[in-house]
């Protein structure tokens, strides 16, 4: 089942277009990645499947129900993590957790029991200090339980790495990818490591229209071929090596790049014939920072 849909929409300000045809889905139980340049506008995109926008032209669904700008009864299956996300500082993340349990009208003994699962989710269990004394780190986890309290079909993070130092960024993606055994998470971002590290499907936003789409494997397959590293160990051999292929790409005194990698049997050839110490022969798949510069250099 498609827990998201965009078909054909459109949105400008003014003369300006942000987006242009745009058309995507997201399947039910997957991390999505939403990739593009900043101000390539993806925030324009999640504030519209939000109803915080109204489209100029096209449809959105959440759960098969068509979004309405303004009150939209599709947001009863959102939950929303902004790149910022702001807290009142004077509450622990327990108490946090009960104010947001209680304005939704939830039993005070679900309260209890959601707000631990998710403090013990989050790694904030046995944080006891107030808000206000919060890294940028701990503030990003702790938006991620109150976007999942609901119990959400949809949870929706906008940039939600971009400034957190590694250590941060990798528990709030290892928390993502935990969420997405109760929800789909829709992951904006334009750190393409990231995608590589927690998404299922992703999609790529250029110049208001979706450049790519699909899995993975899927967008890594678009690339012609896949390049093969070669090292050796003397530099004597480097420079044999590109006297009698001068199509490998010098890497460096004792590195190559081939990118036909049919002609890699010859070079084998070559190497074993003269018995040339090796330290690495490498497949390279494409990586989605390539494949992006290629999308965006068209």
Known sequence: ??????????RSFGEKQVLRDVTFSVPEHTVFGFVGQNGAGKTTAMKMILG??????????VSGMPVCYGNTPTNRFVGYLPDVPEFYPFMTPAEYLRFCGEISGMPAREIKSRSEELLRLVGLEKEARRIKGFSRGMKQRLGVAQALFCRPKLLICDEPTSALDPAGRKELLDILTAAKEETTVLFSTHILSDVEHICDEMAFLHEGKIALEGSLDEIRKLRKASEVAVEVEREED???LGQAFPFLIIDGKRSFRLEEAGRLPEILHFIADRKCPVIRIER????????FMEVVGK
């Open 1 to 10: 089942m498609e827990m998201l849909t965009l078909s054909h929409v459109a």
């Open 52 to 61: 915080l926008l109204a489209a100029d032209g096209g449809e959105i669904t």
């Open 238 to 240: 480097a420079r044999t």
């Open 284 to 291: 390279q798949e494409a990586a989605l920072e390539d494949l």
